[in-house]
């Protein structure tokens, strides 16, 4: 197990250390697939976004001095790219056939299991996509209040009333079969 921290290796990174690089690539590039894959349709993409997010970060060395935990810039990168990429491609897609996709913000994440799980998963899909992500952000990506409010360029206040509403109407949901 590899106890060097993530400040470590940005501060080694900072100072020319490629390997400092490889090494936060790889202790994080799954968990910024999970997050990019709830903004787009495949996995694909997702893989694609993954890159441009890493080499967009990478751009930014020396000098990257991190105000939070890397994986808030991650989230704020993967879920930038991916509605940029969305954006761009709608606006495509109206251009060649005029119509336009109703597409979700937010995907649910994919889960097997249960009845239970698949009634969970059901029961987040029905939430707006705005409590939504917040709460994936705040309990399935272990993301704090600060964190959470950074990606996403709002206040804290905003990210607890939106995850308060969630998780009443995520209770109202599974109450209701």
């Not at 100072?15 to 996995?43: P, Q, V």
């Not at 249960?114 to 996509?129: E, F, M, W």
């Not at 939504?132 to 360029?153: N, P, T, Y």
């Amino acid at each position: 197990m590899n106890s060097t921290t993530d400040a470590e290796l940005v501060t080694r990174l900072n100072a020319g250390d490629a390997s400092a690089f490889a090494a936060l690539y790889e202790r994080h590039k799954d968990w910024t697939f999970r997050i990019a894959l709830r903004f787009c349709e495949n996995s694909t993409d997702a893989a694609e976004i993954v890159q441009e997010v890493f080499l967009r970060w990478l751009r930014q060395f020396p000098g990257f001095q991190p105000r939070a935990r890397l994986t808030t810039y991650l989230y704020a990168a993967a879920r930038n790219i991916a509605l940029d990429r969305r954006r761009r491609d709608k606006r495509l897609r109206f251009k060649a056939d005029w119509s336009e996709p109703d597409q979700p913000t937010v995907r649910v994440p994919e889960a097997v299991g249960d009845s239970d799980t698949q009634s969970l998963r059901a029961a987040l899909a029905k939430l707006p996509d705005g409590h939504r992500e917040v709460l994936l952000m705040r309990i399935v990506d272990d993301m704090s209040v600060d964190e959470v409010a950074q990606s996403l360029g709002v206040a804290q206040g905003t990210v607890k009333s939106r995850l308060a509403r969630a998780l009443e109407q995520l209770r109202q949901l599974m109450a209701d079969p």
